[in-house]
């Protein structure tokens, strides 16, 4: 059976690999895919730094009798440099170090699938965050929409505020703009429903004439269809040019679509 790359990746073959788990040939092909792979190579060398320091940390000393053999050994070995020594192999020695190879076997395979949950787990967290992030974002704008909305609608209905529509005048017949003047409060709040949309270049601009000078109350913004306007005290009348886009310091007369007497 061919061993791909995405097998190795996604399967846990490298790990199993390490641990001894499969043949000559399978060892040869996965060794084969390694070298010719810098990714690969890159893991694989991780993993063994991995399995190493596990192995380290998780060691754990042998029974006394086998250092002794050890060491019965190389005496042995310096005394009769021509004779060779036989290890003695215990069977309690066998089995007592195929239990370690065992345990510390299953040792790394739960390290490493911890350490899988674990990142999982750190990204399903960092998505909630994200998401709870762009909610509070939401949450705000909205508040500041419904405070803008229940102040315009506190100001509309006011015993104090006075209504004024502007209607367009022959250059402009379509357009009809609705006034709330309260000047208690001195607030000014204007509906551009009916306000006929412009081209990027070109903004409408109110103004209060206030003894023949036209003073400045604001931009209309493209995006809002209620709004609030600067108040100007003594204002006679509210007018409605349309101006280059950002204002204009001074309204141009000739392109005058509105305007309203007030009371």
């Known amino acids: 059976m ?3 790359k995405k097998s190795l990746l996604e399967n846990g073959l490298l790990e ?3 641990l001894g788990e499969f043949n000559a040939t399978q060892c040869e092909q996965i060794e084969q895919l390694v070298v ?3 990714e690969l190579k890159s893991y ?3 993993l063994e730094e991995v399995f190493e320091k596990i192995g380290l940390e998780n060691s754990i000393t042998p029974p006394a009798f086998v250092k002794s053999n050890l060491l019965k050994g190389v005496m042995a070995e310096s005394n009769e440099k021509s004779k060779v020594i036989a290890l003695n192999k215990n069977n309690n020695s066998k089995f007592y170090l195929g239990m370690v190879a065992s ?3 299953l040792l790394m395979i739960g390290s490493f699938w911890m350490y899988s949950q674990l990142n999982e787990v750190k990204q399903q967290l960092q998505v909630v965050e994200t998401n709870n992030i762009e909610l509070n974002s939401t949450i705000e704008v909205l508040n500041v929409k419904l405070k803008e909305n229940n102040a315009s609608f506190n100001a509309i209905v006011n015993p104090d505020t006075e209504q004024y529509i502007l209607k367009g005048n022959a250059s402009l017949p379509e357009a009809k703009v609705v006034s709330y003047v309260n000047h208690q409060s001195k607030s000014v709040i204007i509906n551009t429903e009916r306000l006929p949309e412009l081209d990027a270049d070109h903004d409408y601009q109110m103004w209060a004439d206030v003894d023949g000078e036209m003073i400045d109350m604001g931009v209309i913004s493209k995006d809002k269809t209620i ?3 600067a108040y100007i005290d003594a204002a006679e009348s509210l007018n409605i040019t349309i101006e280059p886009a950002g204002g204009n310091d001074q309204p141009t007369v000739a392109r005058l679509v509105t305007n309203v007497y007030l009371r």
Request: glycine share 0%; hydrophobic share 50%; net charge negative.
């Open 16 to 18: 199993q690999n390490l």
């Open 36 to 38: 010719s792979d810098a």
């Open 103 to 105: 345990f510390a076997a």
């Open 44 to 46: 694989f060398d991780q």
């Open 2 to 4: 061919k061993i791909e």
């Open 227 to 229: 709004m609030t306007m």
